[in-house]
Structure formats: structure tokens, C-alpha cells
């Protein structure tokens, strides 16, 4: 029944624009308004409709009735008062809304850390999110028993489990490395995959971009200078941050770099695990199996990496406090940004 209530209500609205002179009115009046007409057939109905659902469906019924009796006398005012009894344009109606759509608050996110980097001198390049084992783990140097490898962390390709969808950006040095001389100095954007519970903190499916740079004699303070460039033109200047010793495979010396909590600003709270500090980037030097494994010679050249989440950024950006509001793209969400 509400879904015919529904239907009675498009097709007025359909019909609508097109009466324009008293005899299309007398036919809309024919259709829709007479003892035989189809709101009439509906009202009929009503005396079949459970008890527990008259008085919704009558609610509904009766304001498509309120609707077309309106709709007609409006009409037909305004057709018997125009002298030819037809219906001239209306040039003080608002004009229709044209909306446009915009990108995604990720891809913004990411779009403008790739032109900071780009401004910087970093190329930009991107590769495969399904991935051999090699480059995701064995090139960057993960000891063969490494927990990572699992079957719970890793989503491996069913059928072959060279494959899988790759953990990181960082297989994107590896590829860099092997099809390029130094210096390199390049980023490399790009959607990576964990088997994760899904929380208000992560998901199986995010973004990374990771930074590269190889050259003679490249030093971590350099790294240091260069990832507080970026942060300073992506936070702002007033920000602060903190670069705590860590342990990546690839990276020797390693660190983490960490901003203040933007949700609390620094007190603790849900989002920053009461740290406030959140965890914005994996840096440090590359490590000289790394560089052997790509066809580099670690004697010659040192480089610095540096890998940033994307998704946390976006947070930042956006103030949204649970990440899974980025992926189910609600409408009322997107179009805020
Ligand atoms: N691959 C690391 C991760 O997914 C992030 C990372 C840390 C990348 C340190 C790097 C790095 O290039 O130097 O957690």
C-alpha cells in the first residue's frame, strides 16, 4: 500500500509540470481527483489495512491527498486568472541547484602531501598492490620467521602464496631502486592491505605514501630536516612533533615520528590510546641489505625512507574520529569536504 501511496504521489509529480492550460487540468481533474480517480481507489483500500497499520498508512494517504488537492487548486487559480488560460513562464522561480561532487577526503589528503613532496624534488611513482613475496618481505630484509609473514597479518593470494596483497609501500623501493641509478629521490603513493580487526582506529584496506632517497653520503638528520619541512607545511607551523627510536627491518637507525593528538591536544583520549601522541610515519636510515637486495652498493650510497599513513592524516584533517567513517561514504559525510 505505501509503496502505491508512493507511486500515486510520482506520477502527480510527473503529471504536474505538464498541465498547462485549463483542459490539461480538467484531465489531471479526471485522473486523479473524480469518484473513479486513483486517490479515490486508494482511500478505498484503506478499509482493508491491519488495524496496527491504519493509522500510518492513513497519515501518508491523506497528505498525498492534501498534496494533489493543493497542487490542482493552485493550478487552477493561476490558469483562470491568465487571460488565455494558459501558463506564461514563471521568471521569479529560484533557479535549479546544480551540486558537482569532489574528492574524496583520502585522496585530498594525499594529493596534497604528494605536491608538498613534489616540491621538494621527490618524483613520484607508483606500482602493484598485489605483490610477491619477494619485494613485500624477503628484499626489505624480513628474517624469514618474521610474524608479519602470517597468514593473520598477510592476505596472501589463494592458490599461490608468492602472491599477496601487498603489506606496505615500502616493495616500492625495491622496484624503484631496481629500475633506477641514484640519486633517486622519490615517493611513492598507494593502497596497501592487513589482516586487521576492523576498529575505529584501523581497517584491513588503508593508505601509505613512502619516501625514498639514495645518494652518497645521505645523513639521518637530513631525513630529520626533510620530514619536518613536510610536517610543519601539512600541520602548520605551530605544530608539534616528536621522533621516538623504533625497529623496522628495512631501516637502521629507525624512528617514529609522532604528532600531537589532535582530538585531545595532547591530554589522551580514545583516538591517541591516552598516549597524546599520535603515530603519523616509520622513518630512518635504509638499511644496507635493503640496498644489496635492490642492486645498490651500501659502500657507495646511504639513503633515507620514510613511510606516512595516510588515512590518520586525514583525521587530522578532517576531525573525523572513526576511520571507518572515510570508507562507507555516506553522502552527508563527503560532501562536507
Ligand atoms: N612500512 C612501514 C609500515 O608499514 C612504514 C615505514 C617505516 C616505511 C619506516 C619506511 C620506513 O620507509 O623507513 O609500518
Not at 637530513?222 to 600541520?235: I, R
Request: net charge negative; charged share 25%.
Amino acid at each position: 500500500m505505501i509503496e502505491d501511496i508512493k507511486s500515486l504521489r510520482a506520477k502527480v509529480e510527473i503529471d504536474l509540470p505538464n498541465v498547462k492550460t485549463l483542459d490539461d487540468l480538467e484531465n489531471f481533474r479526471l485522473k486523479y481527483l473524480i469518484k473513479k480517480g486513483e486517490l479515490q481507489s486508494l482511500l478505498e483500500r484503506m478499509k482493508d489495512v491491519p488495524k496496527e497499520q491504519k493509522k500510518d498508512i492513513g497519515i501518508e494517504l491523506n497528505q498525498v491527498k492534501k498534496f494533489i488537492e493543493a497542487e490542482f487548486e493552485n493550478l487552477k487559480e493561476r490558469l483562470e486568472s491568465d487571460s488565455d488560460g494558459s501558463l506564461d513562464i514563471d521568471l521569479t522561480l529560484p533557479g535549479r541547484k546544480n551540486f558537482s561532487g569532489s574528492l574524496h577526503p583520502i585522496q585530498q589528503v594525499m594529493d596534497q602531501m604528494v605536491s608538498i613532496f613534489v616540491k621538494l624534488g621527490f618524483s613520484v611513482a607508483v606500482g602493484p598492490e598485489i605483490e610477491d613475496e619477494y619485494h613485500n618481505f624477503d628484499a626489505a630484509n624480513f628474517a624469514p620467521e618474521h610474524p608479519a609473514r602470517d597468514m593473520q597479518d598477510t592476505f596472501f593470494i589463494k592458490g599461490n602464496s608468492n602472491y599477496l596483497l601487498r603489506t606496505h609501500t615500502t616493495p616500492m623501493q625495491v622496484r624503484v631502486m631496481q629500475s633506477q641509478k641514484p640519486p633517486i629521490r622519490t615517493i611513492m603513493p598507494g593502497r596497501v592491505y592487513r589482516n586487521e580487526a576492523i576498529s575505529a582506529r584501523s581497517l584491513a584496506e588503508f593508505h601509505q605514501i613512502e619516501g625514498l632517497y639514495i645518494d652518497k653520503n645521505v645523513t639521518f638528520a637530513q631525513l630529520k630536516g626533510t620530514m619536518m619541512l613536510f610536517a610543519k607545511q601539512m600541520y602548520g607551523e605551530n605544530s608539534k612533533f616528536r621522533f621516538r627510536p623504533s625497529y623496522f627491518p628495512f631501516t637502521e637507525p629507525s624512528a617514529e615520528m609522532d604528532i600531537t593528538c589532535f582530538l585531545c591536544s595532547g591530554k589522551g583520549c580514545r583516538i591517541c590510546k591516552y598516549q597524546g601522541w599520535l603515530e603519523i610515519a616509520g622513518c630512518g636510515m635504509v638499511h644496507p641489505n635493503m640496498l644489496r637486495n635492490s642492486g645498490i652498493d651500501p659502500e657507495v650510497y646511504t639513503g633515507y625512507a620514510f613511510g606516512f599513513g595516510i588515512e590518520r592524516v586525514a583525521m587530522l584533517k578532517t576531525g573525523i574520529d572513526d576511520i571507518r567513517l572515510l570508507y562507507e561514504n555516506d553522502v552527508r559525510i563527503l560532501e562536507q569536504f
